[in-house]
């Protein structure tokens, strides 16, 4: 009865647009005549190809022409292009939110909630996820949980970066962009056959720019301002075809990122903390430079330092025998991050941390894929996945101690997975799948030196052990016209871990999505128009607290119970005209608690439980908008001017669970405009672009300062007003 409640809430939020798309589609007349036409999109959300409108789920599949045109370079600019998408930074870690869902435990032993990919290899680190995107088809976000075909850490979704392959013609191309900020970029492609049987790819991209965040104080050491840029990133491919049935993808990866790094905005006066905190650092802060209370501003002593290391290999072997596919991918990959920085905010020499993170992980999937074309849709497989990583943090200052911990975690995972589609008549079609999954987490923490309220203690060592069954169930109903309409229940999963400092476990988060919509093109292929709503039970979401145990301060993740999310998405494209082209994306989210108790550790040791039950989630921003404006003009050269204009609107949201006045992160608009020109032969390309025209200071995550306990509040921005020109020449 409460399912059926469920998808009855579901059907009306989603009736209206639903008998508006039938209207038109039942229409036997054509309201636009023009020739132009929306390309559809070949997507692989499902472990094989299908095109976007015949994918039976939420998905955006952003394509790179798209990147280029919304001045997305890296995973950060993403969350402009797909509903109910946030994607920012908590310290190092890059935090993507799909419907309000996100990790907070991401330290050895935790791991984000909505899994990350590149060509189908799992990225399990957090660190990695910001990564450059360059020579990239496509990127998909999948929205809601996948635990049947993507399995680990996917509850909230999954995003899968699609990059180019080597060709079997000779084609190839350089660019170059330069900016404020003294920015440059440049890129190139190289591709095509080596001989017969073998093609190759070889890409290439950097970038540099000065800092956005000025460090403004008299005794600033020099170097480079903070959020600058020194990236390097190279990709290499080999493909093999030695028979009609068999193919080898081999690629390589390198990414280096250096300067001085990100840093955060002191909020407040110092010290900035509760009055436990002021009491005890405040003397310590006595004739530092006063904080410049500016986003764009610091005052600190020390200069940031930032090495970042990310490499990979990857083996995609393709077997085609006659009515199915066999695919074999093997990946390793190393992340290795070290980055030196001021912690407390000022100009006082009284603390700094030298963050070290080391991960190597191996990834296995092999699997079986239908190929044929009768009424039935099959994938099968095996996966595996290990992984070590450690983390050192150094802390020192004058007036305190060093050596404020170091932590490892490993993990090993197995998986068995099945989904199958089958056509019950020539519109209707049901899809059931399941995925059974055992992990296996071990790990250990030790604290060899005294700071603050940290006491030396012994090597903690921990595990975990659990396993699931998550599953899928879906209908869908495909008119004469192509039109789909959906509904499905399905769930996720993210494995339960264990606290470090506390030697203390906490269990898995489960959720179990309800979800319908629908797909449409419509008059005559000018319009694309998709439309989902859902319901989510979410039970035992992992929050992270901080609290004090043997008089030392530790950061312990714990269960909350139920709760529930609710919410609407649209995307759309539209050709009015052949020379205009109208996209966007809208979402509505609710996100409540429906039971939690907890105890703010910013307002000091002396705080009390607080009930929380009806509080939103942290990062779920109730509404955000897309709109995109272009137009071509055709030029008598036979060349194309094509101005763009790009709006986002987006609601206030809050940054951690205790939905305070001060966790409050007002909402915000961002509008990008870029004008683009295409030779005849589209061999050369010039654009000049201006993002963030407002120069709007828009928040991205946050960082609590010495500890937890009365901390200072630090904030991490995105950039600001950028400009310049960008040329790309392409050759064959």
Known sequence: ??????????????????????????????????????????????????????????????????????????????????????????????????????????????????????????????????????????????????????????????????????????????????????????????SGPLSDTVSGRLSFYTHEHDGYLENVSPLAAPGPDNDDADDVALRAQLLFNPSENLEVLLAANYYERGGAGDAYSHKGDFPGGFVFFEARFGPLYAGATPNPHDPRKIATNLRSNLDREDYGFAATVTRSFENFDLVAQFAHQEYNLSQFKDLDGSDNNFSQIDFQFYTDADTAEIRLVSTGDGPMDWVAGYFHFEEENSNIFDVCGTTIGCRYGDSRGDLESDAVFGQISYDLSESLEVTGGLRYTDDLRGGGNVVPYSFVFLQPGEDIEGSSSGSKTTWKLGLNHTNDNGNMLYASASSGYKAGSFNLRANTTYGPENVIEYAVGSKNILLDSRLKLNVAAFIYDYEDMQLEQVVGIDGNISILTINAADSEVKGFEVEASYLPIDALEISGQFSLLDTEFKALTDTDSLKGFMAQPEDLTGNSFARAPEKSVTLAFEYTINLASGATLAPRLQYRYQDDWYLRHFNTAADLVPSHTKTDFTLNYSHQNDMLSVMGYIYNISNNDILSGENIGLGGYGSPRYGHYKAPRLFGVRVDYKFD
């Open 1 to 190: 009865q409460k399912r059926g409640k469920e998808m009855i809430k579901l059907s009306k939020m989603i009736g209206i647009p639903l008998v508006l798309v039938g209207i038109v589609t039942t229409s036997n007349t054509s309201l636009a005549q023009e020739e132009r036409k929306l390309e559809e999109i070949v997507v692989t959300a499902q472990k094989r190809e299908s095109t976007l409108q015949k994918t039976s789920l939420a998905i955006s599949a952003i394509t790179g022409d798209t990147l280029k045109k919304a001045g997305v370079f890296d995973t950060y600019g993403l969350a402009d292009l797909s509903p109910n998408l946030l994607i920012g930074q908590e310290n190092s870690e890059t935090v993507i939110t799909i419907r309000g869902i996100s990790a907070q435990s991401m330290n050895s032993v935790g791991e984000p909630s909505a899994a990350f990919h590149q060509d189908g290899i799992y990225i399990s680190r957090p660190t990695a996820a910001n990564t450059a995107l360059f020579d990239v088809e496509r990127t998909e976000v999948l929205r809601g949980p996948q635990g049947t075909l993507y399995g680990r850490a996917a509850t909230s979704g999954a995003v899968n970066v699609i990059t180019n392959k080597p060709t079997t013609e000779f084609e190839g191309s350089v660019g170059v962009e330069v900016g404020n900020y003294n920015a440059i970029k440049t890129r190139g492609v190289l």
